[in-house]
Protein backbone atom coordinates (compact mmCIF):
# COMPACT_ATOMS: atom_id res chain seq x y z
CA UNK A 1 0.00 0.00 0.00
CA UNK A 2 1.26 3.29 -0.95
CA UNK A 3 2.51 5.98 1.77
CA UNK A 4 0.06 8.75 2.62
CA UNK A 5 1.43 11.83 1.66
CA UNK A 6 0.94 15.64 2.76
CA UNK A 7 -0.70 17.09 -0.87
CA UNK A 8 1.05 20.43 -0.20
CA UNK A 9 4.39 19.45 0.34
CA UNK A 10 4.94 15.64 -0.85
CA UNK A 11 5.94 14.69 2.67
CA UNK A 12 4.90 11.60 4.81
CA UNK A 13 1.88 12.46 7.07
CA UNK A 14 3.17 12.68 10.79
CA UNK A 15 2.05 13.48 14.32
CA UNK A 16 4.27 16.53 14.77
CA UNK A 17 3.47 16.52 18.62
CA UNK A 18 4.29 13.01 19.69
CA UNK A 19 8.40 12.42 20.31
CA UNK A 20 10.14 9.18 19.27
CA UNK A 21 8.65 7.32 22.19
CA UNK A 22 4.70 8.03 21.49
CA UNK A 23 4.96 10.89 23.85
CA UNK A 24 2.94 13.54 23.84
CA UNK A 25 5.84 16.69 23.80
CA UNK A 26 5.32 20.39 22.59
CA UNK A 27 7.16 20.95 19.15
CA UNK A 28 10.16 23.48 19.13
CA UNK A 29 9.74 25.72 16.47
CA UNK A 30 12.83 27.83 17.27
CA UNK A 31 14.68 26.98 14.28
CA UNK A 32 11.37 27.82 12.24
CA UNK A 33 11.58 31.02 9.73
CA UNK A 34 9.12 33.77 10.70
CA UNK A 35 6.12 34.27 8.45
CA UNK A 36 3.19 36.33 8.06
CA UNK A 37 0.37 33.17 9.02
CA UNK A 38 -3.47 33.92 8.76
CA UNK A 39 -6.27 30.98 9.33
CA UNK A 40 -10.04 31.48 8.91
CA UNK A 41 -12.42 28.62 11.27
CA UNK A 42 -16.20 28.57 10.85
CA UNK A 43 -18.90 26.55 12.69
CA UNK A 44 -22.53 27.39 13.72
CA UNK A 45 -25.11 27.01 16.11
CA UNK A 46 -28.55 26.02 15.13
CA UNK A 47 -31.63 27.30 17.68
CA UNK A 48 -35.30 27.35 17.47
CA UNK A 49 -36.89 30.25 15.44
CA UNK A 50 -38.44 32.19 17.74
CA UNK A 51 -35.25 32.16 19.84
CA UNK A 52 -33.32 32.92 16.40
CA UNK A 53 -36.12 36.07 16.52
CA UNK A 54 -35.27 37.19 19.89
CA UNK A 55 -31.35 37.40 19.29
CA UNK A 56 -31.96 39.60 16.36
CA UNK A 57 -34.22 41.87 18.65
CA UNK A 58 -32.06 42.02 20.89
CA UNK A 59 -35.06 40.62 23.64
CA UNK A 60 -32.96 37.83 25.33
CA UNK A 61 -32.78 37.63 29.31
CA UNK A 62 -28.59 38.67 29.15
CA UNK A 63 -28.55 41.59 26.37
CA UNK A 64 -26.34 41.77 23.56
CA UNK A 65 -25.64 38.32 22.47
CA UNK A 66 -23.79 39.01 19.55
CA UNK A 67 -21.15 41.32 21.25
CA UNK A 68 -20.94 39.38 24.10
CA UNK A 69 -20.03 36.32 22.04
CA UNK A 70 -17.18 38.24 19.54
CA UNK A 71 -15.50 39.78 22.88
CA UNK A 72 -15.20 36.08 24.20
CA UNK A 73 -14.05 34.70 20.93
CA UNK A 74 -11.42 37.32 20.78
CA UNK A 75 -10.74 36.12 24.47
CA UNK A 76 -10.28 33.01 23.75
CA UNK A 77 -7.84 33.43 20.46
CA UNK A 78 -5.74 35.07 22.98
CA UNK A 79 -5.78 32.06 25.54
CA UNK A 80 -5.62 29.56 23.36
CA UNK A 81 -2.48 27.94 24.52
CA UNK A 82 -4.14 27.88 28.12
CA UNK A 83 -6.46 25.47 26.63
CA UNK A 84 -4.85 23.41 24.52
CA UNK A 85 -1.75 21.59 26.51
CA UNK A 86 0.62 21.71 23.55
CA UNK A 87 -0.12 24.75 21.73
CA UNK A 88 2.40 27.58 21.81
CA UNK A 89 1.37 31.34 23.50
CA UNK A 90 1.39 33.44 20.54
CA UNK A 91 1.64 37.48 20.12
CA UNK A 92 -1.70 37.54 17.83
CA UNK A 93 -1.43 40.87 16.04
CA UNK A 94 -5.20 40.25 15.04
CA UNK A 95 -8.37 38.48 15.61
CA UNK A 96 -11.13 39.14 14.24
CA UNK A 97 -14.76 37.25 14.39
CA UNK A 98 -18.13 38.05 11.77
CA UNK A 99 -21.58 36.57 12.76
CA UNK A 100 -24.13 35.96 10.27
CA UNK A 101 -27.93 35.99 11.19
CA UNK A 102 -28.81 32.75 8.96
CA UNK A 103 -33.15 32.94 9.09
CA UNK A 104 -33.85 30.43 6.52
CA UNK A 105 -31.85 27.48 8.49
CA UNK A 106 -32.57 29.32 12.14
CA UNK A 107 -28.85 29.09 13.02
CA UNK A 108 -25.88 31.69 13.14
CA UNK A 109 -22.89 31.29 11.43
CA UNK A 110 -19.80 32.59 13.18
CA UNK A 111 -15.82 32.78 11.56
CA UNK A 112 -12.96 33.68 13.25
CA UNK A 113 -9.67 35.05 11.69
CA UNK A 114 -6.45 35.00 13.58
CA UNK A 115 -3.13 36.10 12.21
CA UNK A 116 0.63 37.40 13.20
CA UNK A 117 3.76 37.11 11.70
CA UNK A 118 5.69 34.17 14.03
CA UNK A 119 7.30 30.92 13.56
CA UNK A 120 4.18 28.54 13.99
CA UNK A 121 0.43 28.59 12.93
CA UNK A 122 -2.63 30.44 14.17
CA UNK A 123 -5.49 27.28 13.22
CA UNK A 124 -5.86 26.16 17.09
CA UNK A 125 -6.54 29.77 17.64
CA UNK A 126 -9.16 30.46 15.06
CA UNK A 127 -10.83 27.64 15.84
CA UNK A 128 -10.57 28.30 19.64
CA UNK A 129 -12.44 31.38 18.84
CA UNK A 130 -15.31 29.88 16.67
CA UNK A 131 -15.79 26.98 19.66
CA UNK A 132 -15.96 29.68 22.34
CA UNK A 133 -18.53 31.96 20.35
CA UNK A 134 -20.56 29.42 19.25
CA UNK A 135 -20.46 28.04 23.62
CA UNK A 136 -21.08 31.93 24.59
CA UNK A 137 -24.13 32.47 22.17
CA UNK A 138 -25.42 28.75 23.62
CA UNK A 139 -24.88 30.26 27.09
CA UNK A 140 -26.90 33.69 26.26
CA UNK A 141 -29.70 32.06 24.48
CA UNK A 142 -29.75 28.71 26.82
CA UNK A 143 -32.72 30.34 28.89
CA UNK A 144 -35.00 30.39 26.32
CA UNK A 145 -33.83 27.06 24.09
CA UNK A 146 -31.96 24.59 25.66
CA UNK A 147 -31.93 22.67 21.96
CA UNK A 148 -29.12 24.31 20.98
CA UNK A 149 -26.91 22.55 18.99
CA UNK A 150 -22.92 23.63 17.87
CA UNK A 151 -21.95 21.90 14.62
CA UNK A 152 -19.49 22.34 11.45
CA UNK A 153 -16.47 23.96 13.67
CA UNK A 154 -14.09 23.53 10.55
CA UNK A 155 -11.05 25.16 9.37
CA UNK A 156 -11.25 26.89 6.55
CA UNK A 157 -7.86 28.63 5.50
CA UNK A 158 -4.68 28.94 6.47
CA UNK A 159 -1.91 30.50 4.87
CA UNK A 160 2.04 30.99 5.77
CA UNK A 161 4.66 28.84 7.08
CA UNK A 162 6.52 26.29 5.27
CA UNK A 163 3.27 24.33 3.70
CA UNK A 164 2.07 27.25 2.25
CA UNK A 165 -1.89 27.38 1.94
CA UNK A 166 -4.74 25.42 2.90
CA UNK A 167 -7.91 26.17 1.49
CA UNK A 168 -11.31 23.88 2.21
CA UNK A 169 -12.73 22.65 -0.98
CA UNK A 170 -16.00 24.00 -0.15
CA UNK A 171 -15.07 26.98 0.92
CA UNK A 172 -16.04 30.54 -0.68
CA UNK A 173 -13.76 33.52 0.79
CA UNK A 174 -15.41 37.09 0.38
CA UNK A 175 -12.80 38.86 -2.80
CA UNK A 176 -13.12 42.25 -4.30
CA UNK A 177 -11.38 42.59 -7.82
CA UNK A 178 -11.37 45.04 -10.17
CA UNK A 179 -12.13 42.48 -12.90
CA UNK A 180 -15.54 41.67 -14.43
CA UNK A 181 -16.22 39.29 -11.19
CA UNK A 182 -16.31 42.15 -9.23
CA UNK A 183 -19.33 41.64 -6.42
CA UNK A 184 -20.41 43.80 -3.38
CA UNK A 185 -18.88 43.35 -0.17
CA UNK A 186 -22.01 43.88 2.03
CA UNK A 187 -21.64 44.97 5.77
CA UNK A 188 -19.98 42.38 7.96
CA UNK A 189 -18.32 40.46 4.77
CA UNK A 190 -14.45 40.62 5.08
CA UNK A 191 -11.91 40.69 2.41
CA UNK A 192 -9.20 38.27 3.23
CA UNK A 193 -6.90 40.17 0.63
CA UNK A 194 -4.67 42.54 1.25
CA UNK A 195 -7.61 45.56 1.71
CA UNK A 196 -9.02 48.49 2.77
CA UNK A 197 -12.09 49.52 4.24
CA UNK A 198 -14.00 53.11 3.71
CA UNK A 199 -16.28 54.38 5.62
CA UNK A 200 -18.83 57.23 4.20
CA UNK A 201 -20.34 59.16 6.64
CA UNK A 202 -23.04 61.69 7.61
CA UNK A 203 -25.04 62.65 4.35
CA UNK A 204 -22.66 61.62 2.60
CA UNK A 205 -23.95 58.25 3.39
CA UNK A 206 -26.65 59.15 1.62
CA UNK A 207 -25.25 60.73 -1.22
CA UNK A 208 -22.91 57.66 -2.13
CA UNK A 209 -25.75 55.13 -1.38
CA UNK A 210 -23.67 53.12 1.07
CA UNK A 211 -22.25 53.27 4.79
CA UNK A 212 -19.56 50.89 4.05
CA UNK A 213 -17.08 49.80 1.15
CA UNK A 214 -14.05 47.15 0.77
CA UNK A 215 -11.57 47.99 -2.01
CA UNK A 216 -8.49 45.27 -2.67
CA UNK A 217 -5.37 47.19 -2.58
CA UNK A 218 -4.43 45.25 -5.90
CA UNK A 219 -7.40 47.24 -7.50
CA UNK A 220 -5.72 50.44 -6.35
CA UNK A 221 -3.47 52.07 -9.46
CA UNK A 222 -1.79 54.36 -6.29
CA UNK A 223 -1.91 53.02 -2.65
CA UNK A 224 -3.08 56.32 -1.58
CA UNK A 225 -6.26 58.48 -1.10
CA UNK A 226 -6.45 59.79 -4.79
CA UNK A 227 -6.02 56.10 -6.07
CA UNK A 228 -9.03 55.32 -3.28
CA UNK A 229 -10.79 57.75 -4.73
CA UNK A 230 -10.20 57.18 -8.62
CA UNK A 231 -10.77 53.26 -7.81
CA UNK A 232 -14.37 54.00 -6.02
CA UNK A 233 -15.69 56.63 -8.93
CA UNK A 234 -14.99 53.88 -11.71
CA UNK A 235 -17.02 51.33 -9.85
CA UNK A 236 -19.90 53.79 -9.40
CA UNK A 237 -20.26 57.44 -10.55
CA UNK A 238 -22.20 58.43 -6.87
CA UNK A 239 -18.45 58.06 -5.66
CA UNK A 240 -17.67 61.41 -7.56
CA UNK A 241 -18.75 63.60 -4.71
CA UNK A 242 -15.56 62.30 -2.59
CA UNK A 243 -13.54 64.89 -5.09
CA UNK A 244 -15.58 67.65 -3.84
CA UNK A 245 -12.91 70.17 -1.88
CA UNK A 246 -15.52 70.24 1.21
CA UNK A 247 -15.16 66.23 1.48
CA UNK A 248 -12.71 65.30 4.11
CA UNK A 249 -10.91 61.90 4.84
CA UNK A 250 -9.02 60.23 7.42
CA UNK A 251 -6.98 57.27 7.52
CA UNK A 252 -7.49 55.22 10.90
CA UNK A 253 -9.07 58.28 12.77
CA UNK A 254 -5.83 61.04 11.96
CA UNK A 255 -6.92 63.66 8.87
CA UNK A 256 -5.23 63.02 5.76
CA UNK A 257 -4.60 64.34 2.40
CA UNK A 258 -5.04 63.07 -1.35
CA UNK A 259 -1.46 62.04 -1.04
CA UNK A 260 -1.84 60.16 1.93
CA UNK A 261 -0.20 56.37 1.48
CA UNK A 262 -3.00 53.63 2.17
CA UNK A 263 -2.01 50.02 3.60
CA UNK A 264 -3.09 46.62 4.21
CA UNK A 265 -6.47 47.07 6.83
CA UNK A 266 -6.70 50.51 7.15
CA UNK A 267 -9.69 52.36 8.06
CA UNK A 268 -10.45 55.44 5.57
CA UNK A 269 -13.66 57.31 6.08
CA UNK A 270 -15.41 60.05 3.79
CA UNK A 271 -17.23 63.15 5.45
CA UNK A 272 -18.63 66.34 5.06
CA UNK A 273 -17.08 69.07 7.48
CA UNK A 274 -18.83 69.39 10.55
CA UNK A 275 -20.25 72.01 12.08
CA UNK A 276 -22.59 73.24 15.16
CA UNK A 277 -21.27 73.39 18.98
Known amino acids: MPERRDDTEGENMQLTHLNAHGEASMVDVGDKEETRREAIASGRIVMQPETLELLVDGALPKGDVIATARIAGIQAAKRTHELIPLCHS ?44 CLTLYDMC ?44 SLGERCYAPCVRVKFLAELRERVGESEAVVAL ?9 GLKATLTARDSAFEALGERRILCAINQ ?24
Open 142 to 185: KAVDKDMRIEAVQLEHKSGGRRGVYQRSSATLPIVTGDSATREV
Open 90 to 133: LALSKVALEFDIDVANSCVHVEAMCRLTGRTGVEMEALTAVSVA
Open 254 to 277: VMANDSARITDEDEVAFFPPVTGG
Open 218 to 226: DDLENCDVA
